[in-house]
């Protein structure tokens, strides 16, 4: 049986082991609310972290520059999406590689040297070459060293950016440029060349014109003078039977047999046909000389109309079935090289011609005139045909050296080529067109003044 102190003494003890417990269970509350407090912040850190991690991560694919992270040694830890696609090797790949080892051999030395130099100082721009995904390709990059707070190095940084595309294609640029230019000058030369060979060909073919031309007069005067030789042979005859004493009658029966009488009426026409043929020989000659200057002189006054004349009267001779409708002034006074503009007028009659030839009834329309007064005043000359035109897509290509659609051995393709030139050298325009109703019309515009007056 418990007394009352024992029994107090026990309730004490119970009071107290309450109290100790109580106590307990509020320290661990305590402790629990601090460990869920300290998630909550764990937790935070945690997304915060990650969105920092995140952050970087889209920074450094969306440089691009490639940058790459080494340990000390120079093996690689990280990369970015730029390294990576430049390598054509994903970051795992590239993982604990040599950067020397990413180096064309003869570049292995150099990296090497710079990773030694990046231990005490940082290297900038430096050229070297990386295997690329596309072959090897240079690069100019920044080195720096990483180190920890207590100043250790612990790794390597390297940035950069392929020098490649704009230098490779810089240098390209060059030297395409300076074969250009190479074959720039040697195109110009052997255009010149054929400009020359060419000129020398339509001179020629203005000789052989010429020669054809002269022969016509000079076998008049030929035939003429064999006929005032054989006169002349009868009349010293005659003249020697006179002073020989021969009578009235003898001098008669002569003359009758020698039919004097028909050759001394047939002198004046003789003489009169012999000049006439000799006054044609100094024209022709005097054209010559006029058509046939292809070198370098002084523009001179020249008469279009002259000109678009005498080329005319050169191609019809050859085509005589062609019908030709001229209308022309008298007179168009210009200024240039009239045996150029010959050439150009020449080769646009000769292009209508030869498209007209084989039609039944081939038409070639010349025209000619003049557009304003004074200093800007114009000349034209137009030759139209009633041939079959040009087909759309040779159009751009007319004047191109070189192109003809006539079969080999009928055309070079230089002839509007080189009206072009000249007729631009005259400060003039040149254009051949298809007209609606068909056929060609090729049109000469040429300043009555030309500026550059040489
Ligand atoms: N009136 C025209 N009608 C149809 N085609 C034409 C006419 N004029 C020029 N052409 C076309 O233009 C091309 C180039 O003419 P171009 O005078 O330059 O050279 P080509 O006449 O062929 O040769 P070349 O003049 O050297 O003897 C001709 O081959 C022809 O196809
Ligand atoms: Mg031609």
């Known amino acids: ?53 995140n952050f970087f991560d889209s920074v450094l694919s969306a440089m691009s520059d490639v940058l790459v992270v080494c340990d000390h040694e120079g093996k690689i830890q990280q990369v970015n999406r730029a390294f990576e696609e430049f390598c054509g090797r994903d970051s795992k790949g590239l993982m604990g590689t040599w950067l020397p080892e990413l180096c064309p051999s003869e570049h292995f030395a150099v990296m090497k040297e710079c990773l030694r130099k990046v231990r005490h100082t940082p290297v900038r721009d430096l050229e070297i070459v990386i295997n690329g995904a596309r072959g090897e390709v ?17 790794g390597i940084v390297v940035a950069g950016r392929p020098l490649g595309d ?9 030297r395409t440029h300076a074969e250009l230019n190479q074959t720039h000058a040697e195109l110009k030369l052997a255009q010149e060349r054929l400009v020359q060979s060419e000129k020398m060909a339509s001179l020629g073919r203005l000789v052989a014109g010429v020669a054809h031309e002269l022969n016509n007069p000079i076998s008049f005067v030929y035939g003429n003078m064999h006929a005032l030789k054989r006169y002349t042979t009868r009349l ?5 039977a006179v002073q020989a004493g021969a009578s009235r009658d003898e001098l008669k029966n002569l003359r009758a047999q020698l039919r004097l009488d028909r050759a001394i009426s047939d002198l004046d026409s003789l003489v009169e046909g012999t000049l006439e043929g000799a006054d044609r020989v100094r024209e022709i000659v005097n054209d010559l000389r006029q058509f046939s200057s292809t070198q370098r002189s002084e523009k001179l006054p ?38 150029q503009i010959h050439q150009v007028v020449v ?15 081939p038409k070639l329309i010349i025209r000619a005139g003049q557009d304003g007064v004074g200093a800007n005043a114009m000349l034209w000359l137009e030759v139209q045909d009633n041939g079959p035109g040009i087909a759309v897509d040779d159009l751009p290509r007319l004047f191109d050296p070189f192109f003809t659609t006539k079969p080999p051995g009928k055309g070079t393709g230089l002839g509007l080529s080189i009206s072009y030139g000249i007729v631009s050298e005259h400060g003039g325009e040149l254009s051949v067109v298809n007209l609606e109703e068909g056929g060609a019309l090729a049109r000469l515009m040429l300043p009555v003044s030309p500026k550059n007056d040489d």
């Open 138 to 154: 240079p690069l100019a990059l920044n080195c720096s060293p990483r180190f920890n707070p207590r100043g250790r190095l612990i």
């Open 166 to 174: 704009l230098q490779k294609a810089f240098k390209e640029l060059n």
């Open 1 to 53: 049986m418990m007394d009352n102190e024992s029994v107090n003494l026990l309730g004490g003890q119970m009071l107290a082991d309450e109290e100790a417990w109580l106590s307990v269970i509020r320290k661990m509350d305590e402790a629990y609310a601090d460990l869920v407090d300290y998630q909550v912040q764990v937790e935070e850190q945690n997304t915060k972290l990650a969105e920092a991690q």
């Open 236 to 240: 010293v005859e005659y003249f020697d």
């Open 347 to 361: 080769n646009l009659i000769q292009n209508a011609v030869d498209a007209i030839k084989e039609l039944p009834l």
């Open 302 to 339: 020249f008469d279009l109309v002259h000109v678009a004349q005498s080329a005319l009267h050169w191609i019809l001779k050859e085509n005589p079935e062609v019908i030709v409708d001229k209308d022309l002034p008298e007179k168009l006074g210009g200024r240039g090289h009239s045996g």
